[in-house]
């Protein structure tokens, strides 16, 4: 098969085993507190796990931005009352839409997140069921952009383009 032909199809391959995801087990975060000091662990350990390597490092930029929104009018929060059961009835609302967000967000780029597949194996119709972490999924993706854009850096040398 010419290379030209073969790339396209192997990054079709790819995309539709994407887009085959029937279902994923979750351990969802749980970004809650009822004081601020707990409130500040909780927060600390968030931040922490944002980072790469952690489990939620693939929290896009613009989700990283709102999450620590979020975790700022938090602490705001926790700051004027010092406990949930101080808070008045907007003030609680206000904190359940800010922890509802957050954990949402956390949730959907969870690393250890599992999500499993019905794929058809190559040569065969009996579809099989692959469960890959979130984790492995995002770095598989990342290696297949980098063969992607080495083979077309290769084509554009070669062809002279």
Known sequence: MKRKLWLPLVAAMMVLMQVAAVQAKEAKPDVKANTKDEFAAVADHVRQQMTPGGRFEFVGKTEHETVERDLSNMQSLYEKFGTVDAMDSASKVE???????????????????????????????????????????????????????NSKQVQNAVGGH
């Not at 904190?95 to 040569?123: F, H, W």
């Not at 999924?137 to 290696?143: C, D, P, S, T």
């Open 95 to 149: 904190l359940y839409n800010n922890q509802s967000e957050v954990n949402a967000i956390l949730t959907r780029s969870d690393a250890n997140r599992e999500v499993c597949e019905q794929v058809k194996p190559m040569g065969s119709n009996i579809p099989k069921t692959v469960c890959r972490t979130n984790r492995e999924i995002q770095l598989e993706n990342g290696q297949a952009q980098r063969y992607l854009q």
